[in-house]
């Protein structure tokens, strides 16, 4: 929509600018393109559809979510705070449903700290080797947490505490980590917000297929 708008502000000129309403539009096919595939690969999976993993830099790929969300987040007033391992392991699985992992859990976080007016929207992105070799992501919210009394039903489809929420995100993004092998959870943040975190298996031969 953002492009889309920007294409037609440009046109709208009285000497059109035509090169950037052409970037612009550039822009638009091909996020235009990546959500159509992000919404194939999401119907595969619930038809479990295993799709053909490969080996893959996530810190990259966390790089280019963030790029892509970005402006919103700025928008928000939200400050995103990287911290991605150099020695995290390429891993093994499927780049658009990992990023939409990632995207649906920075802007849970980004949702989390829209009330917070008392202290610095901050979002901190993380990864790391865990202990058994797998990728670790971390990423954590500096909002008004999770209530203790629902901690455990949030993975729960149709589950959500959002006024217009509609309780799948976490519950596909779940499902897109199991498939892979390893593991989503939360933990309390300290001294606000949440934590999430994911495990992916390493690629390198010899690595154990599933994360403990």
């Given at each position: ?5 920007a294409?037609?502000?440009?046109l709208?000129?009285?000497v ?14 091909k ?29 990259g ?9 970005q ?31 990632v995207?649906n ?6 949702d ?11 979002l ?11 990728a670790l ?5 500096s ?9 455990d ?52 031969a010899?690595s ?5």
């Open positions: 929509m953002t492009n889309g708008s294409s037609l502000r440009w709208a000129h009285d059109p600018n035509l090169a950037e309403a052409r970037e612009a539009l550039k822009r638009l096919v996020e235009a393109n990546r959500a159509s595939d992000v919404i194939s690969r999401i119907r595969a999976l619930l038809k479990n559809n295993r799709p053909e993993y490969i080996p893959l830099d996530l810190n790929a966390i790089r280019e979510v963030l790029a892509l969300i402006s919103s987040l700025q928008n928000r007033g939200i400050t995103v705070r990287t911290h991605l391992s150099a020695s995290l392991p390429t891993v093994l699985g499927d780049r658009t449903q990992l990023q939409q992992v995207m859990l920075v802007m849970n976080g980004a989390a700290m829209s009330s917070v007016t008392s202290r610095p929207r901050i901190h992105v993380g990864s790391s080797p865990d202990t058994t070799g797998c992501v971390a990423i954590e919210d909002g008004t947490g999770v209530d203790a009394t629902v901690f039903r949030i993975f729960d489809p149709l589950f959500t505490t959002k006024p217009n929420g509609m309780g799948m995100g976490l519950s596909i993004c779940r499902s897109i980590i199991e498939a892979h092998g390893g593991r989503l959870w939360p933990l309390p943040g300290s001294p606000h917000g949440t934590v999430f975190q994911f495990t992916v298996p390493a690629s390198v010899g154990a297929p599933h994360c403990k």
